[in-house]
């Protein structure tokens, strides 16, 4: 395009020379591929990837500036936007920091509910995203049912919260209101529903020599790599290394349910969408867990709106469907915190593209960002 | 010879039949993938189930602004759509649908056929090429790849009943059949055990199976539509062509799958032969079946990648149809 002026602007590019050097091409910001407005650029020889950068900030929206104009409640309904496939576990760990900087024992009853709506969350999550990561393999059919699956835990948030997506459900404390009538009853028969789901797309998908061939050995990140890029949740369990903030971390109570950390083999794209939906079992069998546990009691200590969060520092992390979700909260001992540093698995987890890039063919890409799991207001926050 | 005046009648006939089967195709697409995804699909155009929604799909770009980028070589890519329907059209000319009823009953009818629609390449690589887009590019640089391949394969499987049937006139190929369905090997006399052998391999339903296969990536639908792999280059060659000229990129494709049917049931199942029902029936079932089966992969399915889609042209089909052509003909010279 340097001869642009000399040729004049009007002539038809097919008119001139065509070198046969490398092609930088931009995908994105909007291409149906990404999802959101991710732009990679990569430079291409012929249709193999020579050099591959993903550009972020498309979908910047201050989040953490945001936060420190805001009380905690209204925070809460701020965190729901950062993922907006799994709002509920983002707020938790903030509601989490702010009761661990005012030494507030939230009620048992309060944290199970939290632990069940979690899951909810992550099930729904990860059943939506197992039919997406086979539409960029082009299966037209998988999305569907995978949105159609999603649909069963939504219906239930939706039944406690009034909202499927943005539940703004979490206080500090506890939560807003208790489980309605009717709940208990609705939940076995969602969970027998997921189970058989869980089968369906290891069958639907796996069977599939296609599917296969597309992502066995397809995007494989190593331990090694993986850790240095500070890759979480899912994508770092598939390269066969068992960290899970569930595990490791106090809170919500998780280490008192039995349940098991699946890993891995490879850490390719194949064991990446294996390793979502065998965590789609176990967060099944959280769940049912969790209600044998949710005993009578309070569902909050009833905090009021002008709480303020006393003077200091914490991190506090938790599971979220994309890696570890991190809240570093500073407070002053005003309601807003002072300075709050969000750390979110998507954006680590899309740092590792330009090494899975590189060599790759063009089909490959999206193999791997669909495989990556990652949400664009996440990533730029 | 037909009469000089019937031609601009026949014309339209065949003009009308490409269309109606068009907007039947594209119907059966919208209901079935959308039964397959679990869904409902079209309901409200054409009040009963959604009838209308191809005219609604046809009429609704006619509406829309033809948009040709500014860096565009203007003709070639203004000319490009009309490239790949035409062809389309021309193949419907020479397809039997029942004993004497053909637009054009030539003796090289099957040459005609596959010569025909492999034109379809040209208008892709004149549509990436002139839209002066790297995602066009792309496209069209995989499609062309992808046809290459692909030819070979049908032509193989095509030119192996030819030699079975012993012509290439598409209605005395139909005739040739004398078992309702696929083509075996040789229903004739068999001549000694290596006749037997030879014989008894079922070298029509190889040849079906290559011609199937290869059907896909002619027409670019998965698990091989990595031309216009939606996913990866936005449309591939057809990204950057708006309302109608897209639309006639789109009704190729389907005339095509639509060509593909018929071709397949008369090379393979017999055309319009069949019992009870009257031949023009029986045909019309067995093309409908294949653009089900078409339908029903193509949603089913997910993508090859375009680098396995050559290796299993190249590596498997081609040599499989040079064998399958090379023991056709043996079979022919021993049970002579």
Known sequence: MTDLQTKGYFTATTERDISTGDMVLNIGPQHPSTHGVLRVVVRLDGERVVEAEPVLGYMHRAFEKLAEQRSPLQNTALFN???????????VPYCIACEKLAGIEVPKRAQVQRVILFELTRLASHSL????????????????????DREYALDLLEMVTGQRMHTNWSRIGGVKEDFPEGFYERVPAILEYYRTRVEQWLGFLIDNDVFVERTRGIGVLPQSIALEYGVSGPNLRASGIPMDARKEEEYLGYTDYDFDVPVG?????????????REMWESCNIIEQALDDLGPGPINTGVGRTFKVPAGEIYVRAEGPRGETGYYLISNGGREPYRLKIRTGSFSNISVLPYLLKGIYVPDIVAILGSLDFVVGDVDR | MTHWALIPIQSVVILVAVLLSTGVLLYALLKIHSRIMNRVGPMYAGRFHGVGQPIAEFLKPIQKEDIVPTLADAPVFKIAPLIALIPAFLVFAVIPIAPGLVGANIDLGLFYVLAISALSAIAIVMAAYASASK????????????????????????VTIAMIAETLSLSKIVDAQS?????WP?????????????GLVPWGAIAFGMFMLASFAEVMWNPFDMPAAESEIIT????????????????????????????????FFGGWRGPILPPVLWFLIKVSVFGVFFIWVRFTMPRLRED?????????????????????????????
């Open chain 1, 81 to 91: 936007r950062l993922d907006w496939i799994s709002g509920f576990c983002n707020e």
């Open chain 1, 129 to 148: 995203v197992c039919g997406v990561f086979g539409l960029e393999l082009g299966a037209l059919t998988a999305p569907m049912y995978g949105y159609r």
């Open chain 1, 265 to 277: 083999e490879f850490g390719d794209c194949f064991d990446r969408y294996v390793q979502r939906v």
């Open chain 2, 135 to 158: 995602f066009t590019l792309v496209g069209g640089l995989r499609a062309v790849g992808q046809i290459i391949a692909y030819e070979l394969p049908i032509v193989l499987g095509a």
């Open chain 2, 179 to 183: 078992f309702p369905f696929v083509v």
């Open chain 2, 186 to 198: 040789y229903w004739g006399p068999h001549h000694g055990i290596a006749g037997w052998i030879f």
């Open chain 2, 236 to 267: 591939g060659p057809y990204t950057e062509y708006s309302g109608m000229r897209f639309i006639f990129f789109y009704m190729s494709e389907f005339a095509h799958v639509v060509a593909l049917s018929a071709i397949a049931s008369l090379l």
């Open chain 2, 308 to 336: 396995q889609l050559q290796k299993l042209a190249w590596k498997l089909l081609i040599p499989l149809g040079l064998l399958t052509v090379l023991g056709v003909a043996i079979t022919k010279v021993i049970n002579k």
